[in-house]
């Protein structure tokens, strides 16, 4: 499944959250930017919402790390913190 990291109505970027941490309500993956992503993007009123249903998950907050420059090549990460115990099963079971 696709998430899609929004700020307002921008999509700026993509992510599997291929991992997660169910008893401390994390889920984290890769992210694919748009171009509506910048390294320097203020990492305040993000969403996320379900690619396929356009399906918004509540959250608490939303990280997203950029090590491209360190590393000379695109690596960027998300962690998600998951507003309720109720959502991370409802959403992301396959973590359980």
Known sequence: M???????????GVTKLENGDPPMGFVFGAVEPTEFYS?????A???LYISETNTEISIES??????????????IEVTVL??????YAKFFRHHL
Do not use: N
């Open 2 to 12: 696709k998430y899609e990291i929004r700020k307002k109505d921008k999509v700026i």
């Open 39 to 43: 390294p320097s993007i203020e990492q």
């Open 45 to 47: 009123d993000f969403s």
């Open 62 to 75: 939303i990280l997203i790390e950029d090590h491209s420059g360190e590393l000379g090549e695109q690596s």
């Open 82 to 87: 998951v507003e309720s115990a109720e959502e």
